[in-house]
């Protein structure tokens, strides 16, 4: 079993809607929960960072974690053809300085 | 603040040759990483170094890849020799390191290697 699971996708929505891509994860050490964007021929972007459980809010992008399932969420709302890229979930625990990735979810906003 | 720096941003080598990258991690980050990216994955740790000593290297091919980060500053990835499997985005990353809520990891632009 992997660290940290993700859907590949691709997801393919038209512009405005509600996005949410997905990671789950089975190790409970995991206290540190990061989302990347990655577009074509670029390296990752770090888009929100999160400890623990709860909500984060940034613009138009929202990030939660719910520790009790291992289930870290982003909510991306109305969405734009500038979204369609590659995201990465990742995580680390406390005491640790190694990051675990998700293998990422493909994401298409079409206009 | 300057980023991650990369070089040579895109390479097409032989299968059989060798190759060489280069990165500069951000200012005062102690903990470099490399990681190799295949189309369609996540990215997959070749090597962490703190400061200039070897954290984990255990999925690196070490008989054909090798790493080095003198002075505890900016690295090397050589690769020889080349496999066709070897296509793929080296991505150079680094963090501050340690247990602070503030530790989380910058990517380069990354290096794109073809092997034919």
Known sequence: ?111 | EAGVAQSPRYKIIEKRQSVAFWCNPISGHATLYWYQQILGQGPKLLIQFQNNGVVDDSQLPKDRFSAERLKGVDSTLKIQPAKLEDSAVYLCASSSGGNNLGNTIYFGEGSWLTVV
């Not at chain 1, 940034?58 to 053809?81: C, E, H, M, N, W």
């Open chain 1, 1 to 111: 079993q992997k660290e940290v699971e993700q859907d590949p996708g691709p997801l393919s929505v038209p512009e405005g809607a509600i996005v949410s891509l997905n990671c789950t994860y089975s190790n409970s050490a995991f206290q540190y929960f990061m989302w990347y964007r990655q577009y074509s021929r670029k390296g990752p972007e770090l888009l929100m960072y999160t400890y623990s459980s709860g909500n984060k809010e940034d613009g138009r992008f929202t990030a939660q974690v719910d520790k009790s399932s291992k289930y870290i969420s982003l909510f991306i709302r109305d969405s734009q053809p500038s979204d369609s890229a590659t995201y990465l979930c990742a995580m680390r625990a406390y005491n640790f300085n190694k990051f675990y990735f998700g293998s990422g979810t493909k994401l298409n906003v079409k206009p």
